[in-house]
């Protein structure tokens, strides 16, 4: 049991961090929904960081820390399945990755080189050509978009797809980690600064204890996401998805609340993280889903 | 940064283990109704006598005082699983976590000779004289007065809740020598002391567990004082961040929500609402487990402990608040003689958030020094 970053961990964050930070500010003169950046793709790209976790000294912890640090970022690349999952895969499959799981919209998929089709029980890849997929206009600060025609199918085995589920578990947890703790940045931002009755927001506590427990929250995901990528067991996987989506939604929730009618404008990058967490909340069957996939795998089969 | 136990974490592990197999008798589970009770206290008495014996009981204090320089983590994997068999060491958990590492710290030579040999004995019980009627989560304004005559003090005033009173050799007593924060005084005083009454407070959690402890004109040496006087506050500052994570509930906490799930799949229960619940339980549980990890790691690491413990206790409290919000509504017969370890874990578990410290004032340290929100006025 060891919390501190070993030298190679440091310095994989640190070279990550530099890059994010030029990534981490909404331009003040950006008004829409969904904020990607190609810069922060091509610098990826370029320092082949999205292959860190088949790096031994690495491995899907490091890229866990990874995809965790650029979630915190306003523009949006996908990392989280890329990094976790793709890795996974059987074969070589391309990226970026994206997910379509019943048929409905996700993130990425307008640009995705390689889909994973979730159909209940069954997942399989696909090479999508640009007519397959179409982009998507929607409120989730990631660009969506969603499949329209049929590329060919690639059925993964039980095991695979069951691997590849609990990866995907794996990666949105360490992404609503970095989601939930920049939202909660964002708002600490806000409650010092924002007076109401002669005095800061964040000195009345009925907004500190609810701010506090939130915290509690997102270092919960945060380890738990951690653990899983760690350990690539089932059950942390599970325990750590559904933590992060049970926090993800009270987050979303409480963070606009702090906010007061600010946090509904597109001025305050507050809804890049809240709605890119809204994103997150309907994978994989949502809280239900994870629960599920929980006892199956914590506490054996009913 | 990795998550795994290291070999020699795992062998102590199975000692204790076996160690606990070895000596908890068969029917323990019917009997562990109350870390104070009186079955167990006798039993604990036995017991830790027994826990000394092997080296099982202050493992990680220094060679010096009967231990074996062990680390932080040698502490907490025996406190897990004595937590988990029901605590029978009874109130001699707080001798092995705080009260002798702070006699070791803080104490005079004769104080440390006259009170540790006892403690890394198993021999020994003691209790914590903190809260009073009028200074609960305010403690600074407690009343009780230690007034210097001569070369003694008399001692007048009254302490409440106070865990294993009844059964208790010596108190670790807080009282007011002066006005202020910094005018509490720590004393260290044998039980028997005339003037002390000791009576029990019947309550939900349990036989013996709490007291009113009143000082009617008690009257110790100087020598009883710990460290100078006024200096209580800087002690007991340094004694409850060990006591912080003092409690591994959370080890606790998920295995009787395995073992209620495992009683409700048994009988064809487990469906619907209750998967939801006890999967949302146990990532609580969890979350609790490595926070507590993540503060020991900085214990071993000689890194001063910040506002990460009270996360910790805090994530505690909502694991043991699922845990039991879960096995009330889906096992609920647990609470009335169905199944003993359920319900002693039950009474247990709801005192999470108010004993050594209740959970909104961790809240307000989280927002300060965590958040780094501005403060509250006062
Ligand atoms: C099982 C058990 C064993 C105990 N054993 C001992 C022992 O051995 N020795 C000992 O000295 N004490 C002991 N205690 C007492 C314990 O330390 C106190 O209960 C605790 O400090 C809280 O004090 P209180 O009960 O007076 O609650 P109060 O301080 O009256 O608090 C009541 C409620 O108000 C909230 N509150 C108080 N102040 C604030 C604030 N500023 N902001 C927001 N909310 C606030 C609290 O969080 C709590 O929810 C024990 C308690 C229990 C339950």
């Known amino acids: 049991m060891d919390f501190t970053l070993t030298s190679d961990q440091t310095a994989l964050t640190d070279a990550i961090d530099r890059i994010a930070q030029q990534f981490d500010a909404k331009p003040t003169d950006f008004h829409g929904f969904a904020l990607s950046g190609a810069a922060l793709e091509h610098q990826l790209t370029e320092g082949e960081y999205f292959d860190i976790a088949l790096i031994p000294e690495f491995g899907p912890l490091t890229a866990a ?26 074969g070589e499959w391309p990226r970026p990755v994206a997910v379509v799981e019943s048929g409905r919209p996700g993130r990425f998929v307008a640009t995705a080189k390689t889909l994973i089709v979730i159909d209940g029980e069954r997942i399989s890849l696909a090479r999508p050509s640009p007519g397959d997929v179409e982009a998507v206009e929607s409120l989730y600060a990631y660009p969506m978009g969603r499949l329209v025609g049929s590329p060919a199918l690639t059925k993964l085995s039980a095991a695979d797809a069951a691997n590849v589920r609990k990866w995907m578990r794996v990666a949105l947890a360490a992404e609503a980690a970095g989601l939930i703790q920049a939202a909660i940045d964002s708002t600490v931002e806000h409650l ?27 270092g919960g995901v945060r380890l738990l996401a951690r653990k899983a990528a760690f350990s690539g067991n089932d059950g942390d996987a599970a325990l750590a998805a559904l933590h992060a989506q049970d926090s993800g939604t009270r987050m979303a929730y409480e963070m606009h609340q702090m906010l007061g009618a600010m946090g509904m404008t597109l001025e305050h990058p507050l809804h890049l993280w809240t709605y890119r967490i809204k994103a997150l909340l309907s994978e994989l069957g949502g809280r239900g889903g994870q629960a599920q996939a929980v006892a199956t795998h914590c506490f054996g089969k009913p | 940064m990795e998550f795994d136990w290291t070999p020699e974490q795992l062998s102590f592990r199975a000692t204790v283990r076996s160690f606990l197999a070895e000596h908890l008798p068969p029917n323990w589970e019917t009997v562990a109704h109350g870390p104070a009770s009186e079955v167990q206290s006798e039993f604990a008495d036995v017991f830790c006598r027994k826990l000394a014996e092997a080296g099982l009981l202050v493992p990680h204090w220094p060679a010096r005082w009967g231990g074996r320089d062990a680390d932080a983590w040698t502490a907490f994997i025996l406190a897990e699983e004595m937590w988990m ?91 007011r020598t002066s006005p202020g924060k910094n005018g509490i005084s720590i004393f260290l005083i044998p039980m028997e002391t005339p003037g002390i009454t000791v009576r029990q407070i019947p309550s939900v959690i349990g036989e013996g567990d709490i007291h009113e402890v009143f000082f009617d004109e008690v009257e110790v040496p100087g020598t009883a004082m710990l460290g100078a006087e006024g200096q209580a506050w800087e002690i007991t500052r340094t004694a409850l961040s060990l006591e912080r994570v003092g409690i591994p509930r959370f080890a606790l906490a ?27 339980a146990h990532a609580a549980c969890e979350s609790a487990r490595l926070y507590s990890y993540n503060i020991i790691d900085q214990r071993v690491r000689g890194i001063a402990t910040g506002p990460e413990a009270s996360a910790a206790r805090v994530a505690t409290v909502s694991a043991e608040r699922l845990v039991g919000e879960f096995v009330v509504e889906h096992c609920p017969e647990a609470l009335a003689g169905g199944e003993p370890m359920l319900q002693a874990h039950h009474q247990r578990a709801i005192v999470a958030g108010i004993a050594s410290g209740a959970a909104e004032i961790q809240l307000n340290l989280i927002a300060t020094e965590l958040l780094k929100l501005p403060r509250e006025p006062r």
């Open chain 2, 254 to 280: 998920s295995l009787m929500l395995h073992r209620a799930v495992d009683r409700l799949k048994k009988a064809g229960r487990y469906g619907g609402g209750a998967i939801e619940q006890s999967a949302r």
């Open chain 1, 65 to 90: 820390l990874a995809v965790e640090r650029l979630a915190r970022s306003a523009f949006a690349a996908e990392a989280a399945l890329s990094m976790l999952v793709r890795p996974q895969l059987p």
């Open chain 1, 192 to 218: 010092s600064i924002r007076k109401q009755f002669g005095r800061p927001l964040g000195t009345f506590q009925a907004l500190r204890h609810r701010m506090a427990e939130c915290a509690v929250l997102a």
């Open chain 2, 85 to 175: 068999a029901g605590e029978p060491r009874g109130g001699q958990y707080m001798n092995v976590n705080w009260i002798g590492p702070t006699l070791m710290r803080f104490g005079s030579e004769e104080q440390q000779q006259r009170y540790i040999p006892p403690m890394a004995g198993g021999a020994t019980i003691w209790c914590q004289g903190f809260s009073e009627p009028e200074a609960g989560s305010d403690l600074a304004s407690l009343r009780t007065r230690a007034d210097r005559h001569g070369s003694n003090y008399r001692i007048n005033g009254q302490k409440i809740w106070t865990s294993y009173a009844g059964y208790a050799d010596t108190c670790f007593l807080l009282a």
